[in-house]
């Protein structure tokens, strides 16, 4: 048994509970394990380290004109640690 867990509601569209309720049925788990499960997923992202976005993914939409030349830059103050 996990340590104590906070109780939460979320609201979410009728077509996404049916597709919960379904792999939770489909699996034999309970809808709390599968949101559980999902939310652990999203959050630990494809490396396991967490969400982390690129401030430059946005680039295009800052007004500025040199972004291109200074991409690498840019990129560098955004990967490194």
Known sequence: ML????R???KIPDALDARLRHE????????ADISR???EAYFAGPDGEGRRRL???GAGRSGR???SERIEEILA???AP
Request: zero cysteines; charged letters at 20%.
């Open 3 to 6: 340590a104590y867990m906070k």
């Open 8 to 10: 939460t509601t979320v």
């Open 24 to 31: 939770a049925a489909r699996r034999g788990a309970t809808i």
């Open 37 to 39: 499960e999902a939310l």
């Open 55 to 57: 401030g430059a993914a």
């Open 65 to 67: 004109s040199d972004v």
């Open 77 to 79: 103050g955004e990967v």
